[in-house]
């Protein structure tokens, strides 16, 4: 038997998928002090703990822009 070993990008440590496991891509859109279009982005996979942490942090910036 295969055994898949998992690493969250967060945190680094080793998880079991049986914990929660989401692969988060994300795109920002910015603009910079020259009024310049940007494009924030990130990806990886996250052990559940640390996603729920990374989807409170981008509902929190959701809720700057209302």
């Known amino acids: ?3 898949q070993t998992y690493f969250c990008d967060a945190d680094g440590k080793e ?3 049986k914990e929660g496991i989401a692969t988060i891509a994300v795109m920002l859109p910015k603009v910079n002090e ?3 279009a ?3 982005t990130f990806e990886g996979n996250f052990c ?3 996603s729920e942490l990374i989807m409170q942090f981008i ?3 959701k ?3 209302k």
Do not use: D, R
Request: charged residues 35%.
């Open 1 to 3: 038997m295969i055994k």
């Open 15 to 17: 998880f079991s998928p």
């Open 34 to 36: 020259k009024l310049e």
């Open 38 to 40: 940007q494009k924030l």
């Open 48 to 50: 559940g703990k640390c």
């Open 59 to 61: 509902q929190s910036l």
């Open 63 to 65: 809720e700057e822009l």
